[in-house]
């Protein structure tokens, strides 16, 4: 909610990797008038979304080649979708080329997401590694790869997640 209060009421906000559209719909719940949209590469989703009638646009793209112009959208949203890709430097530098101002990032708090599943008892045979989770950042190395691509404003802390608050640079 915090992060949409930042957004002007004539913005356009984009969702990638929306996958069944959960946190589509919370962000969705925050909004006041932002033109929103979202995106998601698997094709499963993509049907079952339009299928459901899903109160959005709905485009099938890769991260990594999003059909859109260079700084088309204020804000674009990637949650919990980069510790799964194989070029994440190729999805951050196509996620800040579509954005003019904005970029929200959420990932697992490493150390912190292992140590926790390992606690309830989960993948111990990985030590406490998600299945598909093939990138991992503590706050420090998060803030480091990100600033590569624009400034850094903000990094939430919500057990077991961050979320990175970075400024478009153009």
Not at 13 to 21: D, K, M, Q
Not at 26 to 51: A, C, M, N, P, T
Not at 59 to 76: G, H, M, N, P, Q
Request: negative net charge.
């Amino acid at each position: 909610g915090e992060l949409i209060g930042l957004l002007d009421s004539d913005d356009r906000i984009l969702e990638v990797g929306c996958g069944a559209g959960e946190s589509s719909r919370r962000i969705l719940s925050f909004l006041s008038g932002q033109h929103f949209e979202v995106s998601e590469e698997d094709d499963r989703y993509v049907e079952k979304l339009r299928e459901i009638q899903f109160p959005v646009k709905v485009t099938r793209e890769s991260v990594y080649e999003l059909k859109r112009d260079d700084d088309e959208f204020d804000a674009i949203f990637l949650l919990e979708v980069l510790e799964h890709l194989e070029d994440y430097q190729l999805a951050l530098k196509e996620l800040f080329r579509v954005s003019r101002k904005y970029v929200v990032i959420s990932i697992p708090n490493e150390p912190l997401w292992r140590i926790l599943n390992c606690l309830r008892g989960k993948y111990l045979k990985d030590w406490g590694n998600t299945p598909g989770h093939i990138n991992h950042w503590s706050t420090s190395k998060i803030r480091k790869l990100i600033s590569r691509y624009g400034v850094v404003q903000k990094i939430y802390s919500p057990t077991p997640w961050m979320i990175v608050l970075a400024e478009v640079q153009k």
